[in-house]
């Protein structure tokens, strides 16, 4: 009995502890008025494992991907409306690149010429990036 009394008094004094170091905290509109400006940057990527297997039961293993930059700013204003209100006027801009992972080139060999040949032999794979 007089643990568990223990153990209620203990959690009573934790909560009512709590309760006295939680303060309500109310920021006005006037606290966000003003210029705002920002920064960011990130980066994006990608990545594609491939296998292929030919009519002789060779493997031929591959990857192809890319990484790809996204930054930006914004900046504004804000004007306060009242005690709990403001307007906000600004303009973002994002920059971004793109990345084509996978682009087959054949270099013009006639398929029927070589069927049964394995394709590595005549297409190309190359990795582009630019921007949109």
């Not at 292929?52 to 890319?66: F, I, L």
Request: hydrophobic share 40%.
């Amino acid at each position: 009995m007089k643990a568990l009394r223990t153990k209620l008094s203990t959690y009573a004094i934790a909560l009512l502890i709590s309760c006295g170091f939680a303060v309500p905290s109310m920021a006005g509109s006037g606290d966000f008025s003003g210029i705002f400006g920002a920064m960011y940057g990130s980066a994006g990527g990608a990545q594609i494992d491939g296998r292929h297997t030919d009519q002789s039961g060779e493997h031929t293993e591959g990857q192809v991907g890319g990484v790809f930059p996204i930054a930006g700013y914004e900046v504004g204003f804000n004007l306060p409306i009242g005690d709990v209100l403001f307007l906000g006027v600004g303009h973002s801009w994002t920059q971004s690149g793109m990345a084509t992972l996978a682009d087959g080139v054949d270099n013009g060999t006639d398929k029927a010429a070589v069927a049964g040949q394995d394709d590595s032999s005549r297409d190309n794979f190359h990795l582009k990036a630019k921007k949109p």
